[in-house]
């Protein structure tokens, strides 16, 4: 596992402290890297993860995850776009993964629709202007809200 940049810490815990002040605690935990998210393949641990509440917090494994967000780096960004997409978007009570660009206001939504599934691409949002519905949790984060006032530093096109 590669360190996170200072960057990445950085839109990590704003996404963290914005949810945890909008969301409901006694329906909702938020958290960053632990608990742990079991997949078909791996244990996965997230920047950012909302988990219903009652999961069983001794086990450190999330039960019900519902949204779960991952800043992405240049050394991240394949698995962030590939296996992670398969194993997150598996977990039955997941609304929402969000990937996050680390160095301008850019973001990926892959949504669970009325149908239950997700979408093979995401939906691209770009632009301290662009909000983003989260399914699951009633919620529309702004963009501005972790990206305050962010120069850009191009990756990916």
Excluded at 45 to 69: F, K, M, T
Aim: charged share 25%; glycine share 6%.
């Amino acid at each position: 596992m590669t360190e996170p940049s200072a960057k990445h810490a950085e839109i990590t815990a704003r996404l963290r402290m914005w949810l945890g002040t909008a969301l409901d605690p006694e329906r909702f935990a938020v958290s960053s890297f632990d608990p742990g998210v079991p997949t078909e393949r791996s244990i996965r641990h997230p920047d950012v993860l909302v988990d219903a509440q009652g999961s069983d917090r001794a086990a450190n494994l999330a039960a019900a995850p519902v949204l779960i967000a991952e800043v992405t780096e240049p050394q991240t960004y394949a698995t962030d776009f590939g296996s992670k997409v398969v194993e997150y978007t598996s977990l039955p009570s997941l609304a929402a993964y969000l990937v996050l660009f680390r160095n301008e206001p850019r973001a990926w939504i892959w949504r669970r629709t009325a149908e239950g599934t997700f979408p093979e691409e995401p939906e691209m949002l770009v632009g301290r202007e662009a909000t983003i519905p989260l399914p699951g949790l009633g919620l529309t984060l702004a963009l501005s809200d972790i990206y305050p006032g962010e120069e850009t530093d191009a990756f990916p096109a």
